[in-house]
């Protein structure tokens, strides 16, 4: 494939159009009013004219960007003008795949057509059934896609448009195979979109692999610092962290907290701890089965619980308001592990706090 690419930077950018400037369809323009948009983020901005005219994007823009938008509007516009058109959306958790699905819901409201969750934790056989009347996207993870095609119920010559979504997430654990041998099973004339926070080699080399001729858009978005208070927390000889855990929370200002661990089990044992206490409090993490995963995040969204337990499961793309504080109750082991982690608190101009716990 040809992989050259043009570049096209934004730095401490202003918008250019408004949503109205695109020439989107009357329904997905009355559904974007309607949830009070108005102005695009800088890569929609830039990737939704792209996308639109047909090229293929590579968007290097972190969480919280506005990104899902930049691909599900001309997605959506494409299959509104024409219904035989198919879109596969590859994305690295089953939380974020929900999320894309879940907005793609607001934003195709009133339009006709079939869409298809495919994630590990959920019925395989209620998906094969969705499968079988061929809907237009198709949002899932790479593992259970790759098992549904190996079954014979996903149809890739039906999808001729493809999203890949935090692409360094999705090879930090692990799917890189899985995504290799997806892209050998889709049909070689496509439109593909393919964003990450990061460019490594690997990432690079999966890029090259998918894309035609596709046009860069590099987002720098401002530092997490800059609405994130980040302060350290030596925990005293002879106490333990969940102790010093739990002071934290009984003060009044930590209202909505989420607190990193780095094992399954320790997050846990964590949670049971908490809850003898009286702390309202649920847990996130690969070992629950999908509907237990949503059910604690769905909790924490409208505020049934104080503070939400996770693994690194959900340090990215994951988008829950008002958080007030984010702690690292055990160290991440990268800086970007840092950066998404602490993401989930200070966002849309909002202050947040972050707390790492050394010792």
């Given at each position: 494939m040809n992989t050259s690419v043009e570049t096209v930077e934004t730095h401490e950018y202003t918008p250019t159009h408004t949503f109205a400037d695109f020439g989107l369809a009357p329904v997905i323009a009355t559904n974007i009013s309607d949830r009070g948009y108005e102005n695009p983020t800088p890569i929609q901005d830039q990737a939704i004219p792209v996308l639109?005219?047909?090229?293929?994007v590579v968007g290097i823009a972190r969480t919280g960007s506005g990104k899902t938008a930049a691909f599900l509007l001309p997605l959506l516009n494409k299959i509104v003008e024409d219904d035989k058109q198919g879109a596969l959306i590859l994305a690295p958790t089953r939380e974020l795949a929900l999320q894309i699905f879940e907005e793609l819901k607001i934003f195709s409201a009133g339009i006709d057509m079939g869409v298809a969750l495919c994630i590990g934790g959920m019925n395989i056989a209620r998906q094969i059934e969705r499968l079988r009347r061929?809907?237009?996207f198709v949002i899932g993870t790479p593992g259970r896609i790759k098992d549904l095609l190996q079954r014979g119920s996903f149809k890739p010559e039906l999808y001729t448009n493809i999203v890949l979504d935090e692409v360094d997430r999705m090879l930090d654990i692990g799917f890189r195979k899985d995504i290799q041998y997806l892209i050998d099973q889709l049909p070689e004339q496509r439109?593909?979109?393919f964003f990450s926070a990061t460019m490594s080699r690997d990432v690079e080399d999966i890029?090259?692999?998918l894309l035609t001729d596709p046009v860069r858009i590099t987002v720098e978005t401002k530092q997490s610092s800059n609405h994130i208070h980040q302060d350290v927390l030596r925990i005293a000889p002879g106490v333990t962290k969940a102790d010093?855990?739990?002071e934290l929370l009984i003060q009044e200002e930590f209202e909505k907290v989420i607190v990193f661990g780095s094992t399954k089990h320790g997050i846990n044992k964590l949670e049971q701890q908490l809850f003898k206490k009286g702390i309202r409090v649920t847990s996130i993490h690969g070992n629950k089965n999908q509907n237990a995963r949503q059910r604690s995040l769905d909790e924490f969204k409208i505020g049934k619980v104080?503070?939400?337990?996770a693994t690194d499961v959900v340090a990215r793309g994951i988008d829950v308001e008002d958080v007030t504080h984010v702690i690292n109750y055990d160290e991440p082991n990268t800086y970007e592990d840092y950066v998404h982690r602490i993401g989930r608190t200070g966002r849309a101009g909002k202050l947040g706090k972050a707390i790492t716990f050394l010792g």
């Open positions: 639109m005219s047909g090229r293929d061929n809907p237009h439109h593909a979109a890029m090259h692999r010093t855990l739990y104080q503070a939400l337990l």
